[in-house]
């Protein structure tokens, strides 16, 4: 695998060294990549921790609709019933993951969690 998309969620007012951190404990699981950058749901758009911890990763970070989420519903092996309540969706980094990372994108680290973050990778096959 070459180009990766990271997905993370938090909860609301997550600070952003906590999400920096559980990044980078999720990229030392991979081999040397290329991040296309850091995938979330829209509705984290007003989470300042998400948008400081993609600054000091060098990363965009990239707001996905919910039904860009759902679409990738089959590809996820960690449900949160907390985020299908509140958003509709099967998760929020492994879904954010695997739709940043293209249609035929896999897991590649399933969703560690900490903190009250969230995040997974997905990469597709080369």
């Not at 989470?47 to 679409?71: C, K, P, V, W």
């Not at 969706?89 to 739709?99: D, F, M, R, W």
Request: with cysteine; proline share 5%.
């Amino acid at each position: 695998m070459s180009a990766i998309a990271i997905g993370v969620g938090c909860r609301k007012g997550c600070p952003a060294d906590t999400i920096e951190s559980l990044v980078r404990q999720a990229l030392d699981r991979v081999a040397t990549t290329t991040p296309l950058g850091l995938f979330t749901l829209v509705d984290k758009s007003d989470e300042i921790g998400l948008s400081e911890a993609a600054g000091r990763l060098g990363l965009d970070l990239i707001y996905l609709s919910r039904e860009a989420l759902g679409a990738r519903e089959d590809g996820v092996q960690t449900r949160s019933p907390l985020a299908e309540s509140l958003f509709g969706v099967p998760s929020v980094a492994e879904a954010a993951a695997l739709a940043g990372a293209g249609p035929r994108s896999v897991l590649i680290v399933p969703r560690i969690a900490e903190g009250g973050a969230t995040c997974a990778i997905a990469g597709t096959a080369s």
